[in-house]
């Protein structure tokens, strides 16, 4: 009878402590999709309904070919170069500027002097700056009346000019990407742990190895993370490529092209897809690579 009646009494304490664990951990719930229903509302909103439409949009038949929009992205010349040249200066510009800022950012986070600070303003100063006004800066620079085109027909009586081709939207390209690795190098030197760096030279190893052993592997998921950022801010950039000539044969001017000039919309569509889709396996596989640290400074 006593081990009769203690049975139930164990069940009934055992079913009170779960009550009491489990209020706690639906309460949580509750909590985190509150959290989160803000963002999932905007997500769906402005991302997930429209980009779903964009991709069936791309499906639909091109108005120029008849077909498919994806096919003919596929079968025809034009688009395949815009693809390839916009891939091939955004990752020379994304490598070019993490060669360059990578060691300036390397400098300024170990030295400090004085003006060190009103230099590091200056330095990334063109992140304020939007991408027409990069771009009437490449043709100052670069254009018919800018400084180099002055100087050369002064000095050879001919006007040298790059400001409308692919040399002018590289330049216009790695002046603002030039800021975003500086910024990204120096947080990540700063978070560097320097006795490493002692350690390897108590051990021997010159500057050289120092910094291909310790430094660069050190920073290397930053490295990573800000060229891939780059790249893809440069596969997407329209106000620079549009401001210096609208016959660059890259992919937003073309979007803009068949969306504007033609009313193409599917193309358009399709394109945009394209880009995107371009876009995020370059961010993914750079995610991995850096071991999920993409974005972060260290």
Not at 107 to 123: C, E, S, Y
Not at 221 to 242: D, H, K, Q, R, V
Not at 266 to 283: D, F, H, P
């Amino acid at each position: 009878m006593k081990a009769a009646s203690k049975q139930p009494l164990g069940a009934a304490s055992f079913s009170t402590r779960w009550m009491v664990l489990a209020v706690p951990v639906r309460h949580k719930s509750f909590v985190a999709v509150l959290a989160l229903m803000p963002a999932l509302i905007v997500f769906c909103a402005f991302w997930l309904l429209p980009f779903s439409r964009l991709i069936l949009m791309g499906a639909e038949a091109d108005r120029s070919s008849g077909v498919s929009a994806y096919l003919t992205i596929l079968t025809h010349r034009q688009y395949l170069i815009s693809i390839v040249t916009t891939v091939g200066i955004s990752l020379v510009v994304s490598l070019t500027a993490v060669a360059i800022a990578g060691f300036v950012g390397f400098f300024l986070a170990r030295q400090h002097f004085w003006g060190k600070a009103v230099l590091v303003a200056i330095l990334t100063f063109p992140l304020a700056f939007p991408g027409v006004v990069v771009g009437f800066l490449v043709i100052m620079l670069g254009g018919r009346q800018g400084a180099l085109a002055q100087s050369s027909l002064w000095l050879f009586g001919e006007r040298w000019v790059f400001a409308y081709s692919l040399a002018g939207l590289f330049i216009g390209y790695l002046y603002f990407s030039i800021p975003r690795v500086i910024t990204t190098v120096m947080a990540a030197c700063d978070n560097l742990d320097q006795s490493l760096e002692e350690a390897a030279r108590s051990l021997g190893a010159n500057t050289w190895q120092v910094t291909k052993d310790v430094i660069v592997p050190g920073i290397a998921p930053a490295l990573l993370s800000t060229g891939a950022i780059c790249f893809a801010t440069s596969m997407g950039a329209f106000g620079t490529a549009f401001t210096l000539g609208t016959r660059l044969n890259i992919l937003p001017l073309n979007i803009y092209g068949e969306f504007t000039n033609y009313a193409n919309f599917a193309m358009a569509a399709a394109l945009s897809v394209v880009l995107g889709a371009i876009t995020w396996i370059a961010l993914s596989i750079a995610r991995r690579l850096a071991g999920g640290n993409l974005g972060a400074s260290a």
